[in-house]
Nanobody, 115 residues
């Protein structure tokens, strides 16, 4: 079955960096767009970044220039490199894809930006 497993979250000071990973299995990873979403307490889940099967990328405005999404099809893994982190980046970060008409979510990894 389809599985998405995130890792790499943690506590980091403002201005610091983290790299999130999402290991995928159960589908032809290279054929599908992959996305990162995040949800902060009391807020709606929002799209952070997407990378398509043809390596096109898009980002929400608040992370442009600071975050980079990438993928390694040989490892069935999508990454989110997060630099210059701000307290407002604190959230639960989820990996997402849509296969066979169904949405697929990981369990999430917590990112906390605080001094």
């Amino acid at each position: 079955q389809v599985q998405l497993v995130e890792s790499g979250g943690g506590l980091v000071q403002p201005g610091g960096s983290l790299r999130l990973s999402c290991a995928a299995s159960g589908f032809t990873f290279s054929a599908y767009a992959m996305s990162w979403y995040r949800q902060a307490p009391g807020k709606e889940r929002e799209l952070v970044a997407t990378i398509t099967s043809t390596l096109n990328t898009l980002y929400t405005d608040s992370v442009k220039g600071r975050f980079t999404i990438s993928r390694d099809n040989a490892k069935n893994t999508v990454y989110l490199q997060m630099n210059s982190l701000k307290p407002e980046d604190t959230a639960l970060y989820y990996c997402y894809t849509r296969t066979s008409g169904l949405t697929r979510w990981g369990q999430g990894t917590q990112v906390t930006v605080s001094s």
